[in-house]
């Protein structure tokens, strides 16, 4: 099992910044992904960007150039740093963990871009 815990959503002018972060525990073996979904109401859950433990980078064209998604593998931590927000960025993050066939999720933190 791996539990997932998420940090650092909240509420951002349009243009500002925010960081999320997501810390893994439990049994975790070294070849993983890492990654972030969103959920705006109304609609499904998409992905925003993702991570191999071996550094390879996945992000969403909504989101390339202003969301920059980096982890640490020693620390088993895996962050998003969102820039240049837009009021279309407003969701339910979660952070996600996949390994060995498995995916596991966080509980979500809620983003709002709001004037």
């Known amino acids: 099992q791996v539990q997932l815990v998420e940090s650092g959503g909240g509420f951002v002018q349009p243009g500002g910044s925010l960081r999320l972060s997501c810390a893994a525990s439990?049994?975790?073996?070294?070849?993983?992904?890492m990654g972030w979904y969103l959920q705006a109401p109304g609609k499904e859950r998409e992905l925003v960007a993702r991570?191999?433990?071996?550094?390879?980078?996945n992000y969403a064209d909504s989101v390339k150039g202003r969301f920059t998604i980096s982890r640490d593998n020693a620390k088993n931590t895996m962050a998003l740093q969102m820039n240049t927000l837009k009021l279309e960025d407003t969701a339910v993050y979660y952070c996600?963990?996949?390994?060995?066939?498995?995916?596991?999720w966080g509980q979500g933190t809620q983003v709002t871009v709001s004037s």
């Open positions: 991570i191999s433990s071996g550094g390879n980078t």
């Open positions: 439990g049994s975790i073996f070294r070849v993983n992904t």
């Open positions: 996600y963990f996949i390994q060995l066939g498995r995916t596991y």
